[in-house]
């Protein structure tokens, strides 16, 4: 019922930002926690930040923390990942997902979009 579209991955040097979006469409969207998940080649999928539907609650993973922000427009239906001083460690495939509040696991999920940082 919700459907995610990302945009904004690229390459960028060491140091510079980058900011992802996450355009959202469905009825329930308001009611959709949202995280961005990424995963690096020989690596785990891990979380990165998550935000409550209200954008009242946020998590951030240990290593983005203080360079990394995600927020929420519902608005315009779409939620950000902005990222600053990135690190070549930061290079990875990066996940937009939606979970319902009845629901543990994230439901619905986007493309991903390739976010690679050089050195």
């Known amino acids: 019922q919700v459907q995610l579209v990302e945009s904004g991955g690229g390459l960028v040097q060491a140091g510079g930002s980058l900011r992802l979006s996450c355009a959202a469409s469905?009825?329930?969207?308001?009611?959709?926690?949202v995280g961005w998940f990424r995963q690096a080649p020989g690596k785990t999928r891990e979380s990165v930040a998550t935000?409550?539907?209200?954008?009242?609650?946020?998590y951030y993973a240990d290593s983005v923390k203080g360079r990394f922000t995600i927020s929420r427009d519902n608005a315009k239906n779409t939620v950000y990942l902005q990222m600053n001083s990135l690190k070549p460690e930061d290079t990875a495939v990066y996940y937009c997902?939606?979970?319902?509040?009845?629901?543990?696991?994230?439901?619905?999920w986007g493309q991903g979009t390739q976010v690679t940082v050089s050195s």
């Open positions: 997902a939606a979970k319902i509040p009845s629901k543990v696991v994230y439901d619905y």
């Open positions: 469905g009825r329930t969207f308001s009611s959709a926690a």
């Open positions: 935000i409550s539907r209200s954008g009242g609650s946020t």
